[in-house]
């Protein structure tokens, strides 16, 4: 028999991950040869850095999740040949385990994909295992041998995060922006209602994507910083105009919602691993028209991010709420979630091996309901990526697409002329 050890009860903000049974998949696409036992040794080293990842969830008398790890060796790395006519799903079960890592391999492509539970990681952690798990490779291939770091504690919840820098609730949560918008207007039927039939395991949610070229891409970019506004910014401002015209360009407001990582705002910071989904929340009710430019919607949003930050208001925010990943919150229109994951840093690879593309999945014990967009930009390519199980996604992330594209050309116009 193994011994088991619990490590921590869930937090109220890891909780509502555990409750859709929600693992994120993080995949990089590499050119050259990988040595897949090196890679398998690479991995046994991350677990043995990170105890955590090698453990599970169980869930205690009172309804409540806890972490447990014990004794027993993870699985280990899931080999697929992408000749294979239909690779089987991973079977994601969190009181089993709470990490994946499938690699596919091809004549001479390899997609390695770390699946991580979101309750123990958010994207930037999880982007940081993979930089370490890639390290560690890239020591043994070239060197023969591996120098691991020191053993890491489990991540701290976003409230131990907060409760040690003093910071406590207020009286705002920030949803207070969308109460204008509540039960007030006569609303279409929602895309996202969610299905009474819950699946027997987590499914991955549908995703289509776009990506621009390098030369838009530096368009958009040089236009944000010409006018003193972040990219997330503009990108928020241009899938929230793509929304509207989706929405038949009614006069009925787009509720807007996106994560704000806490890990550069917080005193003392904190470091990548260090905590599970270190973030807050930041609202936005985007009131637009036909008459509405994006440059001053995206300076709008800002403004209220600013005002919101300064206040203390996003620090705090998920102390009153959890967001709603399945459904719509009855009475409001469609709330938009995006995720913006900024610029994507080059991971240390052998000389013969290179990091050539990136992509993101979601995977949730829920049949629908899920919307949620994702952007990033990889190589100087700005990527969108939108998982959904709504109708017609790629008339969506086309209508984005296009926003972006007429962006980028005016930009490129202006600066000409």
């Known amino acids: 028999m193994s011994s088991a050890s619990t490590i921590r009860k869930l ?18 696409h590499l050119s050259g040869p990988l040595d897949v036992d090196a890679l398998a040794d690479a991995f046994d080293t991350l677990l043995d850095v990170h105890p955590v990842l090698g453990g599970h969830l169980e869930q205690t008398e009172d309804g409540r999740w806890e972490i447990v790890v014990d004794d027993l060796m993870h699985p280990g790395i ?19 385990t709470l990490v994946h890592l499938r690699v596919i391999v091809g004549d001479d492509t390899v997609q390695a994909t770390l699946y991580v539970h979101h309750a123990l990681a958010d994207g930037h952690h999880q982007f940081s295992l993979i930089e370490e798990l890639f390290s560690y490779y890239t020591d043994l291939v070239t060197t023969g041998d591996i120098r691991p770091g020191k053993i890491e504690p489990a991540p701290a919840s976003l409230e131990t995060v907060l409760s040690e820098r003093g910071i406590t609730k207020l009286a ?5 922006r969308f109460m204008p918008a509540l039960f007030a207007y006569d609303l279409p039927p929602s895309r996202r209602s969610a299905s009474a039939e819950r699946p027997p395991a987590p499914i991955r949610v549908p995703m289509a994507w776009c990506q621009l070229s390098a030369e838009h891409t530096a368009a958009i970019t040089a236009y944000a910083r010409n006018h003193k506004i972040s990219l997330n910014g503009v990108l928020s401002a241009a899938i929230l105009m793509a929304e509207w015209r989706l929405r038949g360009e009614r006069a009925i407001p787009v509720p807007y919602i996106y994560p704000v990582d806490l890990r550069y705002i917080l005193s003392p910071p904190v470091t990548a ?19 509405t430019d994006v440059l001053k919607l995206a300076q709008a949003i800002a403004d209220a991010y600013r005002t919101d930050l300064d ?6 925010s998920l102390l009153h709420f959890t967001p709603q990943y399945d459904g719509n919150p009855p009475g409001l229109p469609d709330v938009v979630m995006m995720t913006d994951n900024g610029i994507i840093p080059p991971m ?5 091996i290179e990091l050539v593309a990136v992509h993101g999945e979601l995977h949730f014990q829920v049949a629908g309901g899920i919307e949620m967009y994702t952007s990033k930009i990889f190589a100087g390519q700005l990527m969108v990526e939108y998982h959904t199980h709504g109708p017609e996604p790629e008339r969506s992330i086309a209508a984005v697409e296009q926003l972006l594209i007429e962006l980028a050309d005016a930009a490129v116009a202006s600066s000409v002329g």
């Open 11 to 28: 937090a109220k903000s890891e909780e509502m991950f555990a409750a859709t049974h929600n693992f994120v998949g993080l995949g990089a």
């Open 78 to 96: 899931i080999v697929v040949d992408n000749s294979d006519t239909e690779i089987t799903p991973i079977h994601f079960d969190q009181t089993e």
């Open 172 to 176: 705002r949560s920030g949803l207070e």
């Open 273 to 291: 691993t260090a905590a599970t989904n270190p973030v807050g929340v930041g609202t936005f009710l985007a009131e637009i028209d036909r008459s």
């Open 311 to 316: 206040e203390g208001v996003i620090a705090q």
């Open 348 to 352: 240390r690879t052998p000389s013969d």
